[in-house]
């Protein structure tokens, strides 16, 4: 079988707000327009952030950018990264490049209509509308690349003598190869994790120097000890990756989270701090420190420290709090404070506000169709906040069957009990938490 071009997709990931009234789910918009017209194209699509670790532009990403017979490149939040790849494409390419963005949703930082973009339409829900015209606006446009005379390049259009690039048909080869063999690699690396840690170490010690593997591949190694809670593989296994990519956020993060559940929360301290120091606060960030904090509470209540488990009560409250409201979208630091907080006075007289806007917070999300586990065990959370078992009962189900991780259950048990044990011991609420808590833990 004849082999197709390629296409590569610049675009954001996940839900973004573009400006406009709603946010968009990026997600959504390559899977059921952009991807779907790649595909009637005749094409072979791949998705930039697919190769993306933490925002980073390695190696792989210029190959795809210059070797990618096509590109599509979505306009629309003016993100940063689609810019700075599409200004690499136009350097690179004369033709073939095909240019989007949604309508009404916020004014990109130049007029581009001299560069021909296709516009298109968001819903209601974040993701594309009157999806049939747009697919088959894209295969024309697509279709036209192919035999266009024409140079969508500014810089070739503008400038004359500047030379198009001839590539090898050699290289191109050898670029095919190496996206199918991450894409190979992703595969077994899913497989090895059903397995256990001994499966994907041998994964590991199969690649040979990880300084040289792709982005993509390593953070999906590093996620997998995560998943298996292989805590000092992950630590193990930062120093030996490219530079550049230890200092992303993404790792940093993750990096600091396995010193931390490996028992050092001083190392993870340093690591978290210096992170928020030099790119300001996150809610992710924010969220691991808390959980540092929240160990040491654990830690010091144990060994009947009493003076020192307030101290460390209190601040794991103001960093979660801090997490919530750098990004008051992320409901994971504002539920862990506002089960801190009543596990340090239930009837402090924050609670109620921050309760309806975690809540809130959690059911946007829900309702943008990009959910996943924490958000139905935060509902959880809450609904034994509010002592309310049927609900509890309801989103406990729901928390279950959206279960990724061995350990994500455990934590939420964890969190239960913190709750289970600020109740007095003759308390009516504790048998239903206690089930709870055992079936989380029985998973």
Not at 127 to 150: F, H, M, N, Q, Y
Request: aromatic residues 8%; charged residues 30%.
């Amino acid at each position: 079988m004849a082999r197709k071009p390629l296409c590569f997709v610049l675009m954001p990931f996940g839900t973004k707000s573009a400006g406009g009234e709603k946010p968009i789910n990026f997600d959504a918009v390559y899977d059921e327009f952009i991807k779907p017209a790649i595909e009637e194209a005749g094409l072979d699509p791949i998705r930039a952030d697919e190769e993306q670790a933490g925002g980073i532009i390695h190696k792989p990403m210029f190959e795809r950018l210059v070797l990618c017979e096509y590109a599509i490149a979505d306009l629309t939040t003016a993100n940063a990264n689609v810019f700075y790849e599409l200004g690499v494409r136009h350097a690179a390419k004369p033709r073939t490049t095909v240019l989007l963005f949604a309508k009404d949703q916020g004014r990109l930082p130049f007029d581009v209509a001299p560069l021909r973009a296709m516009p298109y339409s968001i819903g209601a829900s974040g993701g594309p509308i009157d999806k049939t015209k747009s697919i088959e606006a894209l295969v024309a446009r697509l279709k036209a690349a192919r035999t266009a005379v024409d140079k969508d390049s500014p810089l070739f259009q503008l400038i004359d003598e500047y030379p198009e690039t001839k590539i090898a048909h050699e290289k191109t080869d050898i670029f095919r190869e190496q996206v199918a063999y991450g894409e190979e690699l992703k595969t077994k690396l899913r497989a090895a994790r059903k397995e256990g840690r001994d499966a994907v170490y041998a994964i590991e010690e199969s690649l040979g120097s990880l300084e040289d593997e792709e982005a993509g591949v390593i953070v999906d190694l590093f996620i997998s000890y995560r998943s298996l809670e292989a805590w000092a593989d992950m630590v193990r296994m930062f120093s030996k990756v490219d530079a550049t990519l230890r200092n992303t956020i993404l790792l940093r993060e993750q990096y600091a989270l396995a010193f931390n559940r490996n028992g050092d929360g001083e190392e993870a301290q340093k690591i978290l701090e210096q992170l928020i120091h030099e790119r300001g606060p996150s809610s992710e960030t924010y969220g691991i420190l808390g959980r540092v904090y929240k160990d040491r509470w654990l830690k010091a209540k144990e060994e009947g420290k009493t003076g020192k488990a307030k101290g460390h009560l209190r601040q794991a409250i103001e960093t979660y709090l801090k997490g919530f409201e750098a990004d008051w979208r992320d409901a994971y630091p504002g539920i862990n404070a506002l089960t801190l907080i009543h596990a340090q006075d239930h009837a402090d007289p924050r609670i109620p506000e921050l309760r309806s806007v975690v809540e809130y917070a959690v059911r946007r999300k829900i309702a943008s169709g990009i959910s996943d586990y924490w958000d139905y065990a935060s509902l959880l959370e809450l609904a034994v906040l509010a002592k309310d078992p049927v609900s509890s009962e309801t989103h406990l189900g729901d928390a279950l069957s959206h279960i990724r991780e061995g350990w994500e259950p455990k934590t939420t048990a964890k969190n239960l009990s913190v709750l289970l044990e600020a109740l007095p011991a003759d308390s009516n609420d504790r048998r239903w938490i206690e089930n709870i808590i055992n079936e989380l833990l029985g998973t």
